[in-house]
C-alpha cells in the first residue's frame, strides 16, 4: 500500500518562505516522475510543480515559475517544494502525488500566506 505523508506547511507572510516535503513509502518511488499539488478553497487541486524520476527535468506552473523550486531525494524516497517570495494567492492545501495522480491522496499540508 503506498502512503504519501506532506508536511511542512504553516502560516507565513507574504514574502516568506516555506519549504514542504514529502515522504513516499510502500512504492519504487525512484521510477515515478513526481508533483506538487494544490487546492484552495473552492478550487480545483492544480499541478504546480513536476520533476522526473531522476530529477532531470522540472516543470512550473506559470503562477509559481521562478518562485517554488521542486527536488527530490531517491534515497529518501522524499521530494521537496521549496517556496519562496510567497503570495497570498498561494494559500492552499498542498499535496505530493505522481505526474498523473496515480497513487492515494496524502492528508496534504497547509500552507497559509497572510498579506
Known amino acids: 500500500q503506498v502512503q504519501l505523508v506532506e508536511s511542512g506547511g504553516g502560516w507565513v507572510q507574504a514574502g516568506g518562505s516555506l519549504r514542504l516535503s514529502c515522504a513516499a513509502s510502500?512504492?519504487?518511488?525512484?521510477?515515478?516522475?513526481m508533483g506538487w499539488y494544490r487546492q484552495a478553497p473552492g478550487k480545483r487541486r492544480e499541478l504546480v510543480a513536476s520533476?522526473?524520476?531522476?530529477?532531470?527535468?522540472?516543470t512550473y506552473a506559470d503562477s509559481v515559475k521562478g518562485r517554488f523550486t521542486i527536488s527530490r531525494d531517491n534515497s529518501k524516497n522524499t521530494v521537496y517544494l521549496q517556496m519562496n517570495s510567497l503570495k497570498p494567492e498561494d494559500t492552499a492545501v498542498y499535496y505530493c502525488?505522481?505526474?498523473?495522480?496515480?497513487?492515494?491522496w496524502g492528508q496534504g499540508t497547509q500552507v497559509t500566506v497572510s498579506s
Open positions: 520533476i522526473s524520476s531522476f530529477g532531470g527535468t522540472t
Open positions: 502525488n505522481t505526474v498523473q495522480g496515480l497513487w492515494p
Open positions: 510502500g512504492t519504487i518511488f525512484a521510477s515515478r516522475g
